[in-house]
């Protein structure tokens, strides 16, 4: 899952070559050598200076040659970068460079053969072990041949170089044996050291990794999860918290940090006797930073440390207002449906003697003989039985309301049908209304049964302003919304979840039977009734009808046009 060194940029003894570490090699190279060529340089003129003026010569050019080769070392690095073969030739020279230094300052009565040594360790920086077991022989190999010629007299001298050849067996083989095993010694230990040391790494590299990779994911958990998440101390200090829960809030991180949760949930017992709380599966209220109370879920879990001593507590709730919501409808749907059932049958008995009775009156009423004071109260239970008979075709139509026959017709048409509606009756008098639609949307439902829902919805909105006011109506073809809203005084929060049930009304002379068919019809066509606050300062009742793929409509303008 996660890439390995081997496919990587080349690695070196357990550190990845990079530009960077090439050109501290380089440097701190540049740096030793230099204090090495002074410290010989030193050392050969402490006598007489015309005598050693032939091994400074040489002293002068190996340091020339040193820097030279050192520019063009950083001038490869720079525009090929860090090579694996780069690498090896500064070795490479180092040992040769380390001989000739050796040479020059008398052999084996040279203080510098641990030069060997650090070139060896610096192979273990940037070196495989293979390579590192390489320079250590390479290194007991060229210092032994250099004491052996010079032991056997076949060492060839440069002019102005006194080099030693008159020198104990003992003391080359004690030299030989002294040096080599410190070369083989460091060498071995170092391939050790490379192979600890990129094992070591790789560890820490895929450890970093999977951190990373924990640590990105647990980032894009908490910022998408949908629940809201507090970590809070001993004195129930906000300490940590995701985005859901800083939207639930109400705030940003710097404004809730260091908050204490208790304002948020006042009534929840987080906290007894200085003990914290598990919670599974509580309800309670939640009030964000502006005030605003929501209902919420939530559960509690205890934090603790590496030492197992309690260190926070961790809160997760949720949004619950979408659900109370829904459950409110569905107790609602179920009381309609009882009610419905109820109602449908009694509407019958009750439908069936009232015509007998209104047909009975009817035929008395005939009679010459009757006293017109007698025809008065006749004609007042005929009108009052024909109010009945309207009221149970409303009560059937709400108990029991026809299929929807649904079909494509113009929104504008059925506007204007109802303009004509609010035109001719007298409790539109004095509001204003404004109707808008495109003039060529197209609507999918019953044409009919929609027609009675707004004409129930726009009657309401009339009787709330029974001394005028503004009344907008609304068709938005993009969203399929029918809405309605009013100037009015609106619906105070404790009724909005009562004016759909049926018979519930706050009007003298309602039924309370207008917005519960309207909520009838709109069930049936699948959609939603949704009351908001209007604009105008009163009720906004807005219906949303299914979107339908097939859905066209001709008003392309996105400027809506009065019907």
């Avoid at 300052?105 to 040279?110: K, L, Q």
């Avoid at 060492?155 to 070369?183: E, K, R, S």
């Avoid at 409808?329 to 049958?345: H, I, M």
């Avoid at 009015?488 to 979840?497: I, S, Y």
């Amino acid at each position: 899952m996660y890439p390995k060194s081997s496919g990587m940029l080349p690695w070196l003894g357990g550190q990845r070559l990079t530009p960077r570490l090439m050109r501290w090699f380089l440097g701190i190279r540049v740096l030793v050598i230099s204090l090495f060529l002074g410290g010989a340089i030193l050392f050969q003129i402490r006598g007489d200076v015309e005598q050693q003026w032939f091994v400074l010569r040489y002293l002068y050019v190996l340091v020339a040659a040193s820097y030279l080769q050192a520019l063009i070392s950083l001038v490869l690095v720079k525009n090929i970068g860090p090579m694996r073969w780069l690498a090896q030739a500064q070795i490479v020279w180092d040992l040769v460079f380390a001989t000739l230094l050796i040479y020059l300052t008398g052999g084996i009565e040279s203080v510098f053969s641990s030069f060997y040594i650090l070139i060896i360790l610096c192979s273990v920086l940037l070196l495989s072990r293979r390579d590192v077991l390489l320079v250590a022989s390479a290194a007991a190999i060229l210092y032994g041949s250099l004491i052996n010629l010079q032991y056997y007299r076949h060492l060839p001298t440069l002019t102005g170089v006194a080099i030693p050849m008159d020198i104990d067996g003992a003391q080359v083989l004690y030299t030989l044996f002294i040096n080599v095993f410190a070369f083989l010694v460091v060498g071995v230990l170092g391939g050790l050291l490379v192979s600890r040391l990129r094992h070591s790494e790789d560890v820490r590299q895929q450890i970093e990794i999977d951190y990373e990779e924990l640590e990105r994911l647990n980032q894009a958990i908490l910022a998408n999860i949908t629940s809201g998440l507090l970590i809070v101390d001993r004195q129930l200090r906000i300490r940590s918290l995701n985005a859901a829960a800083e939207e639930m809030l109400g705030g940003r991180f710097q404004e809730l940090y260091n908050a204490n949760v208790s304002q948020f949930f006042p009534d929840q017992g987080l906290m007894v006797e200085d003990q914290f709380q598990v919670i599974a599966r509580g309800e309670g209220r939640l009030v964000d930073y502006s005030g605003h109370s929501r209902p919420v879920g939530y559960n509690t879990s205890i934090l603790t440390d590496p030492a197992r001593q309690v260190d926070g507590l961790l809160i997760t709730f949720q949004d619950l207002t979408h659900l109370k919501e829904m459950e409110e409808r569905l107790k609602r749907n179920d009381r309609l449906a009882a009610v419905g059932q109820l109602a449908a049958g009694l509407a019958h008995e009750i439908r069936n003697p009232l015509a007998s009775i209104s047909g009975s009156v009817q035929l008395l009423r005939e009679n010459d003989a009757l006293t017109s004071e007698d025809r008065h109260l006749m004609n007042i239970v005929i009108k009052e039985a024909d109010r009945l008979n309207d009221l149970l075709k409303e009560f059937l139509l709400f108990a029991r309301p026809s299929r929807p026959e649904k079909e494509w017709f113009k929104a504008a048409e059925l506007v204007h049908e109802l303009a004509d509606l609010c035109a001719g009756d007298g409790r539109f008098a004095a509001v204003k209304i404004e109707r808008s639609c495109p003039p060529d949307a197209l609507l999918y439902g019953d044409r009919r049964q929609l027609r009675q829902a707004l004409w129930n919805l726009l009657i309401n909105a009339a009787e709330a302003m029974p001394t005028g006011g503004q009344l907008v109506f609304e068709y938005s073809p993009s969203t399929g919304d029918l809405s309605v809203a009013d100037s009015g005084p609106g619906v105070p929060p404790e009724l909005r979840q009562k004016i759909y049930d049926p018979f519930f009304t706050t009007k003298d002379h309602g039924t309370g039977l207008g917005l519960a068919t309207v909520h009838t019809i709109v069930e049936a066509h699948d959609g939603t009734l949704e009351l908001h606050s209007s604009p105008q300062g009163g009720a906004k009742f807005v219906i949303h009808l299914p979107a339908d793929a097939e859905k066209v409509y001709a008003g392309k303008a996105e400027t809506e046009t009065s019907c």
